[in-house]
T-cell receptor
Framework: DTEVTQTPKHLVMGMTNKKSLKCEQH?????MYWYKQKAKKPPELMFV???????INESVPSRFSPECPNSSLLNLHLHALQPEDSALYLC?????????????FGPGTRLTVL | DQQVKQNSPSLSVQEGRISILNCDYT??????FLWYKKYPAEGPTFLIS?????DKNEDGRFTVFLNKSAKHLSLHIVPSQPGDSAVYFC???????????????FGQGTILTVHP
């Protein structure tokens, strides 16, 4: 299994809703990442987990809450989002954290906040 | 401050010819570079990478060249095929900004169109 899967594919939520994005990989990778991508822009890093511990938080607002229950799973909990948070949310994994590791991306969750 | 730049928003090439995609970076702390391809509604797909200790890396039809003194890298695709039509992102990692651990900084992307 050489892929990163993400669910759901699309999500529409109101500003008062609580929802979660899920990411899974079975490649034995020990680093997992959340990125946000707006239209016609490059992906922007949000969080990095390495060996199930949060190692980078790129000053992301607290309405985004990541969780890494085990080495294969990564969640992003969403609460009280704003319309400007609408974007493609990408999960990625790499063999380990650190500088020289190729990151493999999932297909993304297209999030719309109304 | 854009640390990784792809100055050509788009490139159009005939099938069978060479596609050359360019990328410039400003931070000399970057020491590992990657190219990704992205189709609409999909996540980026890793293509090829190069470490700063090399100036060339080849994988099938894809070759990446790195010129450290010019802070410039390029991706060559030979021969180009219509299925190569996608957005291409270059990305860099390294101890830039003090956050070394797993952070990729992406360029803005170049839309490649390969005409049959």
């Amino acid at each position: 299994d050489t892929e990163v899967t993400q669910t759901p594919k699309h999500l529409v939520m109101g500003m008062t809703n609580k929802k979660s994005l899920k990411c899974e990989q079975h490649m034995g990778h020990r680093a997992m990442y959340w990125y946000k991508q707006k239209a016609k822009k490059p992906p922007e890093l949000m969080f990095v987990y390495s060996y199930e511990k949060l190692s980078i938080n790129e000053s992301v607002p607290s309405r985004f809450s990541p969780e890494c229950p085990n080495s294969s799973l990564l969640n992003l909990h969403l609460h009280a989002l704003q319309p400007e948070d609408s974007a493609l949310y990408l999960c990625a994994s790499s063999q380990r954290g650190g500088l020289h590791n190729e990151q493999f991306f999932g297909p993304g969750t297209r999030l719309t906040v109304l | 401050d854009q640390q990784v730049k792809q100055n050509s928003p788009s490139l159009s090439v005939q099938e069978g010819r060479i596609s050359i995609l360019n990328c410039d970076y400003t931070n000399s702390m970057f020491d590992y570079f990657l190219w990704y391809k992205k189709y609409p509604a999909e996540g980026p797909t890793f293509l090829i990478s190069i470490s700063s200790i090399k100036d060339k890396n080849e994988d099938g039809r894809f070759t990446v060249f790195l010129n450290k003194s010019a802070k410039h890298l390029s991706l060559h695709i030979v021969p180009s095929q219509p299925g190569d039509s996608a957005v291409y992102f270059c990305a860099a990692s390294g101890e830039a900004g003090g956050t070394s651990y797993g952070k990729l900084t992406f360029g803005q992307g170049t839309i490649l169109t390969v005409h049959p």
